[in-house]
């Protein structure tokens, strides 16, 4: 059972951030850290992330010295994670109990190296609102066309990431450009067509 990393940049989501870390406690797969970029300026809420942090011995926090975005502030955990998965998992998003041991044996079954799975959309109150289907991406054009990939949803092998693949240093869609860099490398993106994910839409959701 090979380790995985799961990636959380924190800017501003103290409503979220337990429920959030609880859902990947849960886990059915066992093998994994958290590792939390603070990515604030403002430390008021550095004290709940490290009472947080005293959940579990698998959770490790970085602090940024200033803000630099969710993208750079995910670089930033992958350099720091010892997985030979990384995870990625906004503040405000939740897993179901299987997500990890589920994806990660069809990933290992198929010898993918990127997946992401279908997702439901949640209100604030975490009311159902909509939800998303997986698709198979095997060309920059079908992504371009629409993109569904809920970046709380995609497992990657960290040899994937090189100096060049990476996060790009830009406000929003940062994930988006990643994803064609990954297709650019003749690299597919393999749906897991299980609703495995709940994505938290709030009023100042970027996506």
């Given at each position: 059972m090979n380790k995985a990393s799961i990636i959380i940049p924190y800017y501003k989501k103290k409503k979220f951030i337990k429920r959030t870390l609880i859902s990947i406690l849960k886990q059915s797969y066992k093998n994994f850290e958290i590792i939390i970029i603070y990515d604030d300026e403002d430390k008021t809420d550095l004290n709940l992330i490290k009472n947080l942090k005293k959940l579990d011995k698998r959770i490790k926090v970085y602090i940024n010295k200033k803000n630099i975005g969710a993208g750079l502030s995910r670089n930033i955990g992958i350099k720091k994670a010892k997985g030979y998965y990384i995870c990625f998992l906004d503040a405000d998003d939740l897993w179901r109990k299987n997500k990890l041991n589920d994806q990660i044996k069809f990933m290992i079954k198929k010898n993918y190296s990127i997946t992401h799975t279908s997702y439901d959309i949640i209100d604030m109150n975490a009311n159902l609102i909509g939800s998303r289907k997986a698709k198979t991406y095997k060309s920059q054009k079908?992504?371009?066309?629409?993109?569904?990939?809920?970046?709380?949803?995609?497992?990657?092998?960290?040899?994937?990431?090189?100096?060049?693949?990476?996060?790009?240093?830009?406000?929003?869609?940062?994930?988006?450009?990643?994803?064609?860099?990954?297709?650019?490398?003749?690299?597919?993106?393999?749906?897991?067509?299980?609703?495995?994910?709940?994505?938290?839409?709030?009023k100042n959701s970027l996506s």
């Amino acid at each position: 059972m090979n380790k995985a990393s799961i990636i959380i940049p924190y800017y501003k989501k103290k409503k979220f951030i337990k429920r959030t870390l609880i859902s990947i406690l849960k886990q059915s797969y066992k093998n994994f850290e958290i590792i939390i970029i603070y990515d604030d300026e403002d430390k008021t809420d550095l004290n709940l992330i490290k009472n947080l942090k005293k959940l579990d011995k698998r959770i490790k926090v970085y602090i940024n010295k200033k803000n630099i975005g969710a993208g750079l502030s995910r670089n930033i955990g992958i350099k720091k994670a010892k997985g030979y998965y990384i995870c990625f998992l906004d503040a405000d998003d939740l897993w179901r109990k299987n997500k990890l041991n589920d994806q990660i044996k069809f990933m290992i079954k198929k010898n993918y190296s990127i997946t992401h799975t279908s997702y439901d959309i949640i209100d604030m109150n975490a009311n159902l609102i909509g939800s998303r289907k997986a698709k198979t991406y095997k060309s920059q054009k079908k992504l371009l066309r629409s993109c569904d990939i809920g970046l709380s949803t995609v497992v990657i092998k960290k040899d994937i990431f090189s100096k060049n693949l990476k996060f790009a240093k830009i406000k929003t869609k940062e994930d988006f450009v990643l994803w064609l860099k990954i297709l650019g490398r003749g690299i597919n993106i393999y749906a897991f067509d299980r609703n495995l994910v709940k994505w938290t839409q709030t009023k100042n959701s970027l996506s």
